[in-house]
């Protein structure tokens, strides 16, 4: 069976405004940090969704996921921009993880140097 997004995204939307009654400051200055892009004009929303959904997928948010895609598809991103935004965040997690994997093999160089 299929994750129903849908439903997934109105209920998270009814758990957030549950907690913006208990901290409002803190839904407040999420939604600021959220708007304060568009304020520039640089990027489209198109774009901006895009990049919301590389870094989603990079931080495992299907939160954010459903959001983000809902928002992508109404500011016209088709499957295969998605899909290629998508790609980009294959492949920076992958150049992170062999960073990282450089990082490992510095760490056990000097375990058993010293």
């Known amino acids: 069976m299929m994750f129903d997004w849908n439903a997934y995204q109105q209920q998270l939307g009814t758990t957030i405004r549950e907690f913006g009654k208990l901290s409002p400051g803190t839904v407040r200055g999420y939604a600021e ?3 304060a892009g568009e304020k520039t004009g640089v990027l489209d929303a198109k774009t901006r969704e895009l990049i ?8 495992q948010c299907d939160g ?3 959001v983000h895609t809902d928002a992508a598809v109404r500011h016209g991103a088709s499957r295969e921009e998605i ?7 294959v492949a920076v997690n992958a150049g992170a993880a062999l960073v990282y994997s450089a990082r490992v093999m ?3 160089a000097s375990k058993v140097a010293g």
Request: charged share 10%; aromatic share 4%; hydrophobic share 60%.
């Open 33 to 35: 940090l959220g708007s």
């Open 52 to 59: 919301a959904l590389a870094v989603a997928v990079t931080r």
């Open 64 to 66: 954010c996921i459903t």
């Open 83 to 89: 899909a290629e935004a998508l790609g980009v965040a």
């Open 106 to 108: 510095d760490a056990y």
